[in-house]
């Protein structure tokens, strides 16, 4: 069984992440999912949902289970609390009513919701699997979400009771890795990157052109991105830059577009992932930022584009730039240093966009990044 907060139909990598992780393990075991009716990122019930208190289906054989939840994108602290209380409720609800599986995959953050499935589901019989993308509570320390206080040190204590509970952690880098061992020594830890398992398409040369370099962003469009702020602050003399996705900053995106007609900025609106895929693969660059540097973020867009053949500049820090620099992806600017990334995007010639770079960048995807290879290690360690 998966315990997840995101699930398709949602979209974004905690999403896919497990989508991926559910279809690998069905082959050997019975898998079924448990998570909120859809809801993620507009924060509403996705209109097939609405009026449901649960669903439950089944989809190439995994069982969907869809719990009720509060749904809500409020900036307000407490309809946030309420929203992840909510879902907990639904999940207690749930393992009363239902058989759990003696093996059982966590999804961390959010930490009540995990801490919620560690205190009722810890049993000497199963095996509990704590999936962990994010260092919650201290990423949202660095990102200015919380602060210092009595919140952050209880939210820091059920941090350290989810991972002394857990038999197994999956951390998705190793500075996850790092600091769950600062914390405790009992669980086996095992790195889990958060390969996608997507078609690598045929790259196909396209005649060169003395228009600007076309720069792409895809995907969510929130706070820890800090999109609104890129348009604001990139130089546009060499580039045009292209978004796609939704979030919290689309309306102040669409916003700056209309009153600065002149910028050649475009926004794309979401589009589903196979054709985003093949949106992408007429753009020059993509850029990969973070507001601020996240301790043990290593965004899984850095692997997706690789099997795209996608050239790279990234503006996040952390152990992502170790990516870029130890795979020869593309390029790094520091992260908030929007000097230096525009002297970067000015730097870059269409010659070292080259198809070469762009076929070697997917050859180091298909020996570096093998979500299949990954998957058969995983499965000798459950």
Not at 155 to 175: D, R, V
Not at 251 to 258: C, D, M, N
Not at 280 to 301: A, C, E, F, H
Not at 330 to 356: H, P, Q, T, V
Request: proline share 4%.
């Amino acid at each position: 069984m998966i315990i997840t907060s995101y699930y398709p139909p949602e979209i974004g990598a905690a999403s896919n992440r497990i989508f991926h992780l559910a279809e690998g393990l069905k082959k050997d075991y019975n898998v079924s999912v448990v998570t909120p009716l859809p809801n993620y990122p507009t924060g509403k019930i996705f209109k097939d949902y609405k009026g449901k208190f649960s669903s439950k289906t089944e989809d190439s054989g995994i069982v969907i289970n869809r719990l009720w939840i509060y749904a809500s994108v409020s900036k307000n602290k407490f309809l946030r609390l309420f929203a992840m209380l909510s879902y907990s409720f639904s999940l207690m609800w749930f393992f009363l009513w239902h058989k759990i599986p003696n093996k059982v995959i966590v999804q961390s953050p959010p930490l009540l919701v995990s801490f919620t499935c560690m205190f009722f589901l810890k049993s000497k019989k199963r095996k509990l699997i704590l999936n962990v993308s994010d260092l919650w509570p201290s990423a949202g320390l660095e990102l200015g979400a919380l602060k210092d206080g009595f919140v952050y040190k209880t939210l820091k204590k059920l941090e350290a009771f989810n991972y002394k509970k857990a038999n197994l952690i999956l951390g998705q880098s190793n500075e996850i890795l790092s600091h769950i061992k600062t914390i405790t020594t009992k669980p086996e830890l095992f790195l889990y990157r958060n390969f996608p398992e997507i078609k690598y398409p045929k790259l196909i040369e396209k005649e060169s052109s003395p228009d600007k370099m076309k720069v792409v962003y895809a995907g969510l469009l929130g706070v820890a991105q800090g999109i609104y702020k890129l348009c604001n602050e990139v130089d546009y003399k060499s580039i045009e830059f292209h978004i796609y996705g939704s979030g919290a900053e689309e309306e102040a995106i669409k916003g700056l577009i209309e009153s600065k007609k002149d910028l050649p900025l475009y926004f794309h609106g979401r589009v589903n992932r196979e054709q985003l895929h093949k949106e992408l693969l007429n753009y020059d660059l993509t850029i990969i930022p973070l507001l601020n540097r996240i301790y043990g973020s290593v965004p899984s867009k850095l692997f997706e584009y690789a099997k795209l053949g996608l050239p790279m500049l990234y503006f996040g820090g952390g152990e992502g730039e170790d990516v870029i620099k130890k795979n020869k992806l593309g390029w790094i600017a520091k992260e908030g240093n929007y000097k230096e990334l525009n002297i970067i995007l000015n730097s870059i010639s269409k010659k070292d966009l080259s198809m070469d770079f762009k076929t070697n960048i997917q050859n180091t995807a298909r020996h570096h990044f093998d979500f299949k290879k990954q998957l058969e290690s995983l499965k000798k360690t459950l």
